[in-house]
């Protein structure tokens, strides 16, 4: 199992960036990484994911050119940088731990989070 805690959120103007920061404990080597996010009255949605050695990486659409998600094995921490941002990435963001690749679901995601919240204003 392995414990997550993301941070680094927080308010952005529109075009700006932000990375934010997932510090893991436990057997956090093991497993692929994945970047979600919440917006208020909508679903969680998948925004990004990296596998367990950091050497392949999957975005969603509308982040694609944007967003880069890594990860720092000797840190024990998954990062992901937000440029160009919009108001429209504005939610909740969560980090998730997986040992299936490619994820299909966020059901394929075995520890979670709190989440860091991140706002772009326009």
């Known amino acids: 199992q392995v414990q997550l805690v993301e941070s680094g959120g927080g308010l952005v103007q529109a075009g700006g960036s932000l990375r934010i920061s997932c510090a893991a404990s436990g057997t956090f080597s093991k497993y692929h990484m994945g970047w979600f996010r919440q917006a208020p009255g909508k679903e969680r949605e998948f925004v990004a994911a990296v596998t367990w050695s950091g050497g392949t990486t999957y975005y969603v659409d509308s982040v694609k050119g944007r967003f880069t998600v890594s990860r720092d094995k000797r840190e024990n921490t998954v990062y992901l940088q937000m440029n160009s941002l919009k108001p429209e990435d504005t939610a909740v963001y969560y980090c998730?731990?997986?040992?299936?690749?490619?994820?299909?679901?966020?059901?394929?995601?075995?520890?979670w989070g709190q989440g860091t919240q991140v706002t772009v204003s326009s």
């Open positions: 998730a731990a997986t040992r299936r690749w490619p994820p299909g679901h966020s059901d394929d995601f075995s520890s």
